[in-house]
């Protein structure tokens, strides 16, 4: 457990090469460990082009009836904008997803993503409250990471909006306190936030976290770091003018 939260770390902080290594030591003792610790970014919405594209093949690979791998499936066609399969996943999914062989949280997670594909396909309000009942109905936020998964894109979409902006701060600083590898995914999230509603402070703050704990990410993730050195860069000129 003690090496799994090493690993987990390392992919919340950009260190995807570290992860991987230390996941490919769990490969033939704990299936979920070597497929997690490989896909941190992944969950934390904040993947690089070669994770994307290692998810991509590994989901084109993955037999169909699963409904776990459909969950997968389903948020990453969401963040690539393809609602067809989104919604084509969640609907396998839900379809076996309430069985016993099953925890009772899957399918509150699926709900729940449903409501983001109503939201992409135009229906906010709808889709928020939906997305929001989903996540409420698993018991939490955050754990296990399935849910936090899906619960962090709402919240990311929830600051997007003026009427949800501050509930999704909310969730953001609070929401995600037992995830250590996507807390400090989650600084970005914030300093973006802060910074687009001129709250400098609080902008400052977050982005200094971020560039703290992002300070060793591997070349791939060296652009987000750089944009946010620049963030906080520009903030702190502008805080001494």
């Known amino acids: 457990q003690l090496l799994a939260t090493l690993g987990l770390v390392r992919g919340g902080t950009g260190q995807q090469a570290g992860a991987v290594a230390i996941s490919d030591s769990f490969k ?35 037999p169909p009836g699963n409904p776990f791998v ?53 229906d906010t ?6 997305a929001d009942a989903g996540i409420r109905s698993t018991g939490g936020f955050g754990t296990p990471p399935f849910v936090a998964m899906v619960s962090l894109r709402i919240a990311q979409l929830q600051v ?18 037992d995830r250590v590898e996507l807390l400090p995914i989650i ?21 200094g976290q971020f560039v703290r704990l992002w300070g060793k990410a591997d070349p791939d993730y060296q652009p987000r770091l750089n944009e946010a050195k620049a963030a906080l860069q520009r903030l702190t000129a502008e805080g001494t003018k």
């Open 187 to 207: 600084q970005y999230d914030l300093a973006k936030v802060y910074d687009a509603a001129g709250d400098k402070p609080n902008a400052i703050a977050a982005y």
């Open 70 to 122: 459909d969950l997968l499936r389903g948020v990453y066609a969401y963040d690539t904008g393809d609602v067809p399969r989104m919604q084509a996943a969640i609907q396998a999914g839900l379809a076996v997803a309430g069985g016993p062989n099953y925890p009772p949280w899957l399918r509150g997670t699926l709900v729940a993503l449903d409501g983001l594909r109503m939201v992409a396909q135009g």
């Open 28 to 62: 033939t003792s704990s299936l979920d460990y070597y497929q997690f610790l490989r896909m941190v970014p992944f969950y934390g919405n904040f993947t690089s082009d070669t994770l994307n594209q290692a998810l991509k093949n590994g989901l084109a690979k993955a």
């Open 160 to 177: 997007t909006r003026p009427a949800t902006r501050e509930e999704g701060i909310k969730r953001l600083r609070y929401g995600f306190l």
């Open 125 to 130: 309000t709808g889709g928020l409250a939906k």
